[in-house]
């Protein structure tokens, strides 16, 4: 009996939730700071995003996904995009569809049945990437209210070791990580791409303020400590050479004073008044005076390559008019998420040709309509409306531990969409994982449970 029933159900042993987030993170910080589809590390992440689930579904908690709800629904919308875009379709329907002429082959008598996308394989290696948000939402709506805490600790314990690997090219240690299609000579971090790495610097100057207000009892010792990171992280990002880093940075600093400026002033509520805007005005004084010195120094690369762009030579200036002409010519059902190469180099006109190639948009934002087309328009404008309305209700909300989280997940959502209109950042798995974390923790703090919750005398209207 005791046989059959162990058949009915396994006892793997409960596996807990955080152990499998945090194991997922640490092949990320290996493995997922790449956004290419032929990258070695892809491989991997998605491999160990695959068996994470396995293991969270036969040994796991049963997911609640409560809240976040809204997440789950855009994830899953996010899913069946590029699935429909590989239906195979009758060659009349997929003739008809804009910009196809090219695939004709000339004296075809009958061309074959083509999926809606006109790069088969560039968005079955999209649709692959999702298994890395959808393993993270479902690690998320396992975590009970307890464990949820310790998130920004591990989160931000990943941004520090990060940041020491750019530290250790800043110094000029070269090495290779074969995982990621990294430039050797480039403080990259964890990543191929620097302004990818300094958007994770920047998001590391919104956790540290929060985490340091998590715990009052270490606020003694966790105060001077996120400070002294977010200086660290501030020279970092003058380090690495990102010119949309150095705005990032700039955002994220002010997102912070935002985060925790309140909480700041009732510990100071038994200091005099001019206290607090002293404080802010020596922390405005030490970073300026920090990025001077680098700067004097020579360090400040990101300044230095700001200083010096010329718009007119900027690659990515150039190429926009064509990536306008390409969204219009594949619009409204698009070109096929994942396809931008292949396409761009059809569409390139002599005048950006280069040893080098144009991999992306470098404006995820045109980059989803030219691959997904209305559609993908349509579920942008969902998301950016969900971002927005939940953000408004975190922000009016009055403090505590559920609503502090919701506003960073706000925060930390606000940076990657700026980091987006320059790049292409949510392309990668790290910040796919990223994505569903601040989303989560905007949807359970913004959710009307917390809110209804809430003294409402004390809510901050």
């Known amino acids: 009996m005791s046989f059959a029933r162990s058949l009915r159900q396994p006892d793997l042993g409960a596996v807990a939730p955080q152990t499998l987030i945090l194991l997922l993170l640490t092949v990320l910080w290996f493995a997922g700071g790449a956004s290419r589809g032929d990258a070695l590390g892809q491989v991997v992440v998605r491999g160990a995003a695959w068996a994470i689930i396995a293991a969270a579904v036969l040994a796991g908690r049963r997911p609640d996904f ?11 919308a996010t899913i069946a995009l590029p699935l429909l875009q590989l239906i195979p379709l009758p060659p009349s329907w997929w003739q008809a569809l804009p910009g196809r002429d090219i695939l004709l082959l000339p004296g075809t008598a009958s061309p074959p049945w083509r999926p809606w996308t ?34 920004p600790t591990i989160f931000l314990a990943m941004i520090v070791s990060a940041m020491l690997v750019g530290l250790l090219q800043f110094s000029g240690a070269r090495f290779n990580n074969p995982l990621i299609n990294e430039t050797p000579g480039l403080v990259s971090g964890i990543f191929a791409n620097r302004n990818h790495f300094a958007l994770l610097l920047a998001i590391g100057c919104l956790l540290a303020p929060v985490w340091a207000f998590q715990d009052r009892e270490a606020l003694k010792w966790r105060g001077p ?18 010119r949309s880093g150095v705005l990032l940075g700039v955002l994220a600093l002010v997102l912070a004073a935002m985060l925790v400026g309140r909480r700041l002033q009732r510990r100071l509520g038994q200091a005099p008044k001019w206290v607090f805007p002293a404080l802010l005005a020596v922390a405005v004084a030490v970073i300026a005076g920090l990025i001077w ?21 900027d690659l990515r200036t150039r190429a926009m008019p064509t990536i306008v002409s390409m969204i ?15 396409l761009f180099r059809i569409h390139e006109p002599l005048a950006l040709l280069k040893p080098t190639y144009f991999n992306q948009a470098h404006n995820d934002f045109l980059g989803i309509v030219l691959d997904g087309g209305l559609p993908a328009l349509m579920l942008l404008g969902a998301a950016l409306g969900w971002w927005l309305v939940a953000s408004v209700r975190a922000w009016r909300a009055a403090p505590g531990e559920p609503v502090m989280l919701a506003r960073l997940g706000s925060a930390i959502l606000l940076l990657i969409f700026a980091a987006s209109a320059f790049d292409y950042p949510v392309r990668t798995p790290t910040f796919m994982a990223f994505v569903v974390v601040a989303a989560v923790w905007l949807a359970r703090g913004a959710s009307s449970k917390v809110l209804a919750a809430l003294p409402a005398q004390h809510r901050d209207l």
Do not use: H
């Not at 409560?66 to 899953?76: C, D, E, F, I, T």
């Not at 400590?225 to 990102?242: C, E, K, Q």
């Not at 219009?328 to 292949?342: I, Q, R």
């Open 66 to 76: 409560g809240p976040a709800w809204p997440v789950a629904l855009l994830l899953l």
């Open 118 to 151: 006109m790069t088969p394989g560039a968005t079955r290696n999209a649709l692959a990437a999702l298994v890395v948000p959808v393993a993270m939402l479902l690690l998320l709506a396992q975590l009970g209210q307890k464990e949820r805490q310790w998130l």
């Open 225 to 242: 400590t996120a400070i002294g990171l977010v200086l660290l992280f501030v020279l970092m990002i003058l380090a690495t050479g990102s």
């Open 293 to 313: 010195l680098s700067v004097a120094a020579d360090r400040a690369v990101s300044i230095n390559r700001l200083i010096i762009l010329d718009a007119d030579e």
């Open 328 to 342: 219009k010519l594949y619009f409204p059902l698009g070109s096929g998420f994942g396809g931008f190469d292949s």
